[in-house]
């Protein structure tokens, strides 16, 4: 599915207001896509249900009411070097800019490797709990 916009406003639950989120991507069967904070970079899930054309005839605040009742449940992380992350984690990786479930982990020796199973870019090891 096609959005209109490149950003909308919603709830962001770490801010605790509403916020400009930007689309960062879609589902493989396009029933959700992921906005990402546009101050502290959480990306949530939102159904794509709540973007249709009958929806977005509304006005902005009541898009913006839909928006924040049916907050999803997903939470996703942006990925960083110094961050530690739990097998299942969802993260958001900026340079891919692509979405993906931590899978494996093992120690190094100043920190750890994850593998991420990415949904366009596939499996990537990746390093994470490096000190700043």
């Known amino acids: 599915m096609?959005?209109?916009?490149?950003?909308?406003?919603?709830?962001?639950r770490?801010?605790?207001?509403?916020?400009?989120?930007?689309?960062?991507g879609s589902s493989d069967d396009d029933k959700h896509v992921w906005l990402r904070c546009g101050s502290c970079h959480m990306v949530y899930l939102f159904p794509t249900s709540l973007f249709t054309k009958s929806n977005l005839g509304q006005s902005p605040l009541n898009l913006e009411l839909a928006l924040t009742s049916n907050s999803p449940t997903n939470d996703?992380?942006?990925?960083?070097?110094?961050?530690?992350?739990?097998?299942?984690?969802?993260?958001?990786?900026?340079r891919f800019n692509d979405v993906g479930r931590v899978i494996a982990k093992s120690k190094l020796n100043h920190g750890s490797k994850i593998?991420?199973?990415?949904?366009?870019?596939?499996?990537k090891t990746l390093v994470e709990g490096i000190a700043r």
């Open 76 to 94: 996703v992380i942006e990925y960083a070097l110094h961050k530690t992350y739990a097998l299942g984690q969802r993260i958001y990786h900026k």
């Open 14 to 24: 770490r801010c605790k207001t509403i916020r400009k989120m930007e689309v960062v």
């Open 2 to 12: 096609e959005l209109r916009r490149k950003r909308y406003r919603a709830e962001c």
């Open 115 to 123: 593998t991420v199973s990415f949904k366009r870019c596939g499996e």
